[in-house]
């Protein structure tokens, strides 16, 4: 028999079950008080009041019997411990970077590269980026240009890779620019962006206009194996090749990388910072040292770095993309049956839900994607985060309270959910979809200056 396919089917897991956790459905007294207490903001939320955790798939996968066999073999050496060179080894392997600089997560790999090449005056194009990534970029001084196709803001449109960026743009940056542009960043996948893929063909473009400009090309490579999934799937002349060799493809286009390993490292907690050049790389382990710790654990336990050298290679495993991929498709599938809006093509990694689309009577200072992620927790006590007005809206976008595309997104984390929780999850959505017009806006009653989604309030109006 052929695995299960066709729109709707149930994902099949190639993997079986070995420890459980239990979760329970709080009742919906027990919601309203928990909103209360967390003032609207789902960050706030303790795990015992949510049902199913859609907030994020970053840390939250469930790691293999062969990881946590990996764990026992920690070799916690402050210098020099083993499982540090199973781990350079590993990323070695898959990427070919020669340099490994370990973080102990995306956002201080991106801390260290950025506190060194980003300064007051220059600016880091990017694909899209995710608001860590920017947050580094503003901290040091500089400017953060998204430079994605027009089509990543289309939220209809079915385009294969709208991850992409628009060379045209980039190459009128780098010139009017020249000389301020310390490096281009290309995000695979688009996390803001829907999660959406990134092709080999336009990688290649940017490198080349890069490499024109004498500017080096980094890759924020979280999510490179779904992005090399949909290049495998997508991508003429690629059905053939493995998501290692198209990997390969990817990373030798590039000068380095960041990666947060709590995604496409099946880890919980882990990154890196890789590159080709040696003198980066040397500057690079000195603020390590200054900031995560001795460059063989780089703020890591060193079972984390045995834990991540599996992961990251069991994440380029074509069954398990297929049904990681299948379980997103399953919930879109679920999704569109019932008319909810989300952005299309469905993504890599979860289902943003399209909040203009979703909530039309809402105007964008009610802060409709928060009111939708409260409406969503309220209804089934699934947790899910705003991408929009909130995550985004500060005093860098030209219109705060407008950002060009406002999403609620459902991240699902990876071997988790099973396809049942991801029916309910489709069910709690639908039932907010049936009552749309009577969800009502919230304002914002505390903010800080920067991330300012993670520990804002806020109330209903
Ligand atoms: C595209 C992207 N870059 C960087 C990060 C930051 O990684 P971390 O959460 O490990 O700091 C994330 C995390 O969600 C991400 O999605």
């Not at 239990?22 to 960050?43: T, V």
């Not at 001084?141 to 628009?166: I, T």
């Not at 800080?448 to 806020?458: G, I, V, Y």
Request: hydrophobic share 40%.
């Amino acid at each position: 028999m052929d695995p299960p396919a066709g729109p709707g089917h149930l994902p099949l897991e190639p993997f079986k079950t070995k420890v459980v956790e239990r979760i329970r459905l709080p009742s919906r007294e027990e919601r309203e008080a928990a909103l209360q207490r967390a003032g609207f903001n789902l960050f706030n939320l303790t795990s015992e009041e949510v049902f199913i955790d859609l907030l994020t798939d970053s840390g939250t996968a469930a790691m293999s019997d062969r990881q946590w066999a990996a764990m026992m073999v920690g070799d916690e050496t402050y210098a020099g411990s083993r499982n540090y060179a199973h781990f350079e080894a590993a990323v070695r392997e898959l990427t070919g970077f020669p340099h490994i600089v370990p973080a102990h997560q995306g956002r201080a790999a991106e801390n260290l590269l950025f506190s060194l090449l980003a300064r007051p005056g220059t600016t880091v194009p990017n694909n899209m980026h995710f608001d860590t990534t920017r947050a580094h970029v503003l901290r040091n001084g500089a400017r953060a240009a998204n430079l994605a196709g027009a089509e990543a803001y289309d939220v209809v449109s079915d385009a294969p890779f709208k991850g992409n960026m628009d060379v045209a743009r980039l190459e009128e940056l780098l010139t009017a620019e020249r000389g301020k542009v310390p490096l281009v960043m290309m995000t695979l996948t688009n996390n803001t962006g829907g999660g959406q893929p990134v092709s080999l063909a336009n990688l290649t473009e940017v490198a080349g206009v890069c490499r024109a400009h004498q500017v080096p090309l980094y890759l924020d490579m979280c999510r490179w194996a779904e992005n090399a999934y949909f290049v495998r799937e997508r991508e003429p002349g690629q059905s053939g090749r493995t998501i290692r060799e198209i990997g390969r493809s990817i990373f030798d286009l590039a000068e380095g990388a960041t990666m947060s390993a709590k995604k496409d490292g099946l880890v919980n907690i882990g990154g890196f910072v890789a590159t080709r050049d040696p003198g980066l790389a040397e500057r690079l382990r000195e603020q390590l040292i200054v900031f995560e710790g001795f460059p063989t654990y780089g703020g890591l336990a060193r079972r984390d770095l045995e834990a991540t050298a599996v992961g990251l290679l069991e994440a380029t495993d074509l069954d398990y993309l297929e049904h990681r991929i299948g379980q997103v498709r399953f919930l879109a599938d679920r999704l569109a049956a019932a008319g909810v809006p989300f952005l299309r093509p469905p993504g890599g990694h979860g289902i943003y839900l399209d909040v203009r689309r979703f909530l039309p009577h809402l105007t964008s200072a009610q802060l409709p994607g928060q009111a939708l992620a409260i409406e969503i927790y309220r209804e089934g006590a699934v947790r899910t985060v705003e991408v929009g007005a909130v995550m985004f809206g500060d005093g860098e976008t030209p219109d705060p309270m407008h950002p060009p595309l406002e999403l609620v997104r459902l991240a699902i984390p990876r071997r988790v959910y099973s396809a049942s929780h991801l029916a309910y999850v489709a069910d709690a959505v639908i039932a907010v979809w049936q009552r749309r017009a009577a969800v009502r806006g919230v304002r914002m009653t505390y903010a800080p200056e920067h991330l300012r989604h993670f520990t804002a309030h806020f109330a209903p109006v």
